[in-house]
Every structure is written in C-alpha cells, then in structure tokens.
C-alpha cells in the first residue's frame, strides 16, 4: 500500500457513515458505558432521595413521602 491508498482510505473513513469495527474493545467500552450510564442513574437516585429527605415533615407527608421501602430492594441497578 502506498501512501496515496492509504490517505484515500483515511480520506473513504472521515466521509463514511461507518465506525471501524472495534472487535472485543468495542464490546467493552459499550460495557463500561452502560456501568458509567446505571452509576449515574444510581447518583441521581441517591441525591433525589436526599433532597425529598431533606424536606420537614409536613411537605413529606403532603407528597407522600418517604414510601414504604420494598425488603427485597437493591441500592444499586446492577
């Protein structure tokens, strides 16, 4: 391959619409990025909760707050 098939295929990656194919590096990153998505869906949780505790008394009962926690519960999604 010489240089100017190689700037024409780099040239054919930039315009095309497909990503290069990632093989088992691509599974993981999908993998970590569902494990960043399910910490951060766990922090908003955590901090909801915080906040709704936070209220007084008369506002968390106005709201129904704090719901009967089910014993089966997890903190975390996974």
Do not use: C, Y
């Amino acid at each position: 391959m010489d240089i100017n098939s190689a700037q024409i295929q780099h040239q054919d990656h930039r315009e095309g619409s497909s990503p290069p194919n990632l093989g088992a590096n691509g599974s993981m990153f999908k993998s970590l990025s569902r494990i960043r998505a399910a910490l951060r869906r766990a922090r908003a949780n955590k901090k909801t909760i915080r906040a709704l505790n936070s209220l007084p008394p008369e506002v968390q009962k106005d709201i129904g707050w704090p719901l009967p926690a089910p014993t089966d519960e997890i903190r975390l999604p996974f």
